[in-house]
């Protein structure tokens, strides 16, 4: 097919709110490495990464050698039957997360991780309320809508009673109007007194994103983990990281962003940039709270053995590739070159996040009003120039930059090359 035929059975036979980017959608063909190829042939420099999907580049070698023999040998059983690739999946990551997290249950979805996580320490705690976090994005099931706090992505009037949201530690618009240090991480201290007037007084936990996805990259300053997870203990709470996108090496130097912070999560979830693509997420706990769930359960798809072969495999490479390491040293260039844009064009108002997931939040200078029409015309311009990126923040004025973490310098000249060009034509 052409692209207007794939694009016109596009709009009679999907769900219209299944959404593309640009205004003429781009639509893709093939990939290898770090490129995406449109239908006529025409190749793009992916620093989107599938939404942080992609680790070690599209269709790697090393990766789909390993899914291709699983394909031949066993595909599918479901949970009701061990299989050697789940206990080999868990018992890796069991070695990998930080402190006592040792116990997965897999599914297919960051989602379902998600909701996963929120049932365990309900039933391990006794509790039921959650605390999330403002401007999170934690999946699309009514559950995962409900712990969304970003409008666009809830969809329907439907609440879940238990679920409260704090204000989030969102530094460049500070919901308190102060500057950090001298705020004294108001916006972490607030949650005892959320705790104590919104809720029973006893939490179930308090659910977080290490750095927000959807949300724009918004990056919590170093001591902000430690303030609000030893309050969410206070009050009998777990603490659940969501690793969902800044997992698996994404943020540089560790396996996981949480460990940036120092702090080591009862209940952790993980799903996106585990396996390369194929669909898998992972809720991995400390072994008491991991025992807690008894009764029946089941995930159809769940420890697929396709999937776990490819995490396995998509782990590998990043072990044997220094992959982690490389987001850190590239993420660190990458870093310094859009601070250096930052510094030519005013509509940038912040640059943030870590490792290989750095944002620009692109404002109406010289003030802080947000930008949205800008980075619509930014996403046109890199996609002509070959460049394909990611966008985010409740006021869609967020670009995410998030490419797979085996790019060279190379790669990041040439993305920051044309965010140079684009935006002094915009005249930004």
């Given amino acids: 097919m052409n692209k207007d035929e794939v694009l016109k059975k596009q709009k009679e036979y999907l769900f219209p709110a299944v959404g593309n980017y640009y205004k003429e959608p781009l639509v893709v063909a093939r990939a290898k490495g770090k ?39 066993l595909q599918h059983v479901s949970t009701l039957y061990p ?33 996963t996580a929120v049932t ?77 007037t919104t809720t029973t007084g006893r939490i179930a936990a308090f659910m977080a994103e290490p750095i927000q996805g959807v949300g724009g990259f918004i990056t919590p300053p170093k001591e902000y983990f430690k303030v609000v997870a030893e309050i969410a203990r206070k009050y009998g709470g777990l603490f659940i990281s969501d ?3 800044t997992g698996f090496g994404r943020t540089g130097d560790k396996w996981f962003g949480i460990e940036h912070w120092g702090v080591e999560p009862d209940i952790m979830t993980m799903a996106k940039g585990i396996a390369n693509g194929a669909p898998m997420g992972v809720t991995i706990a400390r072994p008491e709270v991991a025992d807690s769930l008894k009764g029946l359960t089941i995930a159809t798809f769940g420890g697929n053995p396709v999937s776990c072969t490819a995490a396995l495999a998509t782990i590998q490479v990043m072990e044997e590739e220094g992959l982690a390491r490389n987001a850190k040293v590239l993420g660190d260039h ?14 940038i108002g912040d640059v943030r996040g870590m490792g290989l997931m750095q944002a620009l939040e692109l404002v109406k200078a010289p003030g802080k009003e947000p930008n949205a029409p800008a980075v619509v015309e930014l996403f046109e311009r890199t996609k002509a120039a070959g460049l394909l990126i990611g966008k985010g923040g409740l006021y869609g004025n967020v670009v995410r930059i998030s490419p797979p973490l085996n790019i060279t310098k190379d790669d990041v000249d040439t993305a920051c090359g044309i965010f140079d060009r684009c935006l002094a034509e915009m005249k930004a």
């Fill in 83 to 115: 299989t050697e690739p789940i206990v080999l999946l868990a018992e890796k990551l069991a070695s990998i997360t930080p402190g006592n997290l040792r116990k997965s249950f897999f599914t297919s979805s960051g989602t379902e991780a998600d909701e």
């Fill in 243 to 245: 690793e969902v996108q």
């Fill in 334 to 347: 990458l870093r310094s070159r859009l601070l250096e844009l930052q510094t030519k064009y005013k509509s």
């Fill in 35 to 73: 490129f995406v190829y449109d239908l006529e042939g025409r190749e793009f420099l992916d620093f989107f990464g599938g939404i942080l999907t992609v680790s070690v580049g599209h269709c790697n070698d090393k990766v789909n050698d390993r899914v291709t023999r699983q394909n031949g040998t």
């Fill in 120 to 196: 365990l320490a309900q039933i391990h705690t006794g509790a039921d309320e959650i605390v999330a976090l403002r401007h999170a994005y934690s999946g699309r099931s009514v559950l995962a809508r409900a712990l969304t706090a970003h409008a666009p992505w809830r969809l329907t009037a439907a609440q879940v009673p238990f679920i409260r949201h704090l204000a989030n530690p969102y530094c460049y618009r500070c919901p308190f109007g102060l500057t950090y240090p001298s705020c004294e991480l108001r916006c972490a201290r607030d949650l005892e007194d959320l705790i104590q």
